[in-house]
T-cell receptor, first 113, second 116 residues
Framework: GEDVEQSLFLSVREGDSSVINCTYT??????LYWYKQEPGAGLQLLTYIFSNMDMKQDQRLTVLLNKKDKHLSLRIADTQTGDSAIYFC?????????????FGTGTLLAVQP | GAVVSQHPSWVICKSGTSVKIECRSLDFQATTMFWYRQFPKQSLMLMAT?????????EQGVEKDKFLINHASLTLSTLTVTSAHPEDSSFYIC????????????FGDGTRLSIL
């Protein structure tokens, strides 16, 4: 079945870059997403990438996709304390009418001042 | 744009009560909405896919008689937890996707349900 894995925890210092990694198993994924969840809140869409792209940059966020290795990463430049949250990657397959999302386990990013 | 409003944000009620949670897409139409459940420190678990004008599609292991879903319009889906018990306590999150299927899902702020 489809599976999405992430490391559980990442700690960085304020001002450094953060890289959050994600691996997935469904080779038919069409879109891959990064969501941010702050404590007690819902998920905020950060960015997404189409499966035929290798890279997408949006201000401080850079998404890299290695489709061959089924590896997705999110780089946050100049990480701030406000970036502390749980980050979920999610992939959308190419099967079925609803194309539901499969979420990773989430990575807790802790930014030290 | 693409704002999803979810109400209430927090519910505390007695065992046996039925609780209704609303999910609204404020500035777009959503043929499809999704209901998730999240346990502490865990990822989101898809419960069901809500389709406007038709029956919801439930994931394996989710009781459709326990979690009633109604999607009566293109901007509103409701989840009713019937005869809630303490084990139903959880964080419930909805999402909505614009009518074009390649659009991303946008999430509500979630509802924390606590059953005493």
């Amino acid at each position: 079945g489809e599976d999405v894995e992430q490391s559980l925890f990442l700690s960085v210092r304020e001002g450094d870059s953060s890289v959050i990694n994600c691996t997935y198993t469904d080779s038919s994924s069409t879109y891959l997403y990064w969501y941010k969840q702050e404590p007690g809140a819902g998920l905020q869409l950060l960015t997404y990438i189409f499966s035929n792209m290798d890279m997408k940059q949006d201000q401080r966020l850079t998404v890299l996709l290695n489709k061959k290795d089924k590896h997705l990463s999110l780089r946050i430049a100049d990480t701030q304390t406000g970036d502390s949250a749980i980050y979920f990657c999610a992939e959308k397959g190419n099967g079925g009418a609803t194309n539901k999302l499969i979420f990773g386990t989430g990575t807790l990013l802790a930014v030290q001042p | 744009g693409a704002v999803v409003s979810q109400h209430p944000s927090w519910v505390i009620c007695k065992s046996g009560t039925s609780v209704k949670i609303e999910c609204r897409s404020l500035d777009f139409q959503a043929t499809t909405m999704f209901w998730y459940r999240q346990f502490p420190k865990q990822s989101l678990m898809l419960m069901a896919t809500s389709n406007e004008g038709s029956k919801a599609t439930y994931e394996q292991g989710v009781e459709k008689d326990k979690f009633l879903i109604n999607h009566a319009s293109l901007t509103l889906s409701t989840l009713t937890v019937t005869s809630a018990h303490p084990e139903d306590s959880s964080f419930y999150i909805c999402s909505a996707r614009e009518d074009r299927s390649n659009q991303p899902q946008h999430f509500g702020d979630g509802t924390r349900l606590s059953i005493l």
